[in-house]
């Protein structure tokens, strides 16, 4: 069973910076993807930034402005966002995916003041 646990969220004024960390316990594949959805209100959830292996991919609307990265020793996923914009504002989500099955983490607020 795999567990995914978020930490880094917070409220931040825009041009800010913040940075999520993901643990994660349970069997977990280096070339198996993971990364962070986000949900804002009303909204449906969208992929930000996903890892596998060496590979990796980010939106087009952080791109530049987000970095995903991946420690596969210590099982941890991390987001760096800068220069964060108000439309950044979401909950947002890790996830890993191991053949058929999602596994999701809690979720952390993120939140910018214009």
């Known amino acids: 069973q795999v567990q995914l646990v978020e930490s880094g969220g917070g409220l931040v004024q825009a041009g800010g910076s913040l940075r999520l960390s993901c643990a994660a316990s349970g069997t977990i594949f280096a070339n198996h993807a993971m990364g962070w959805y986000r949900q804002a209100p009303g909204k449906q959830r969208e992929l930000v930034a996903t890892i596998s292996g060496q590979s990796t991919n980010i939106v087009d609307s952080v791109k530049g402005r987000f970095t995903i990265s991946r420690d596969n020793v210590k099982n941890t996923v991390a987001l760096q966002m800068n220069s964060l914009k108000p439309e950044d504002t979401a909950v947002y989500y890790c996830?890993?995916?191991?053949?058929?099955?999602?596994?999701w983490g809690q979720g952390t607020q993120v939140t910018v003041s214009a």
């Open positions: 996830y890993y995916r191991n053949y058929g099955a999602t596994y």
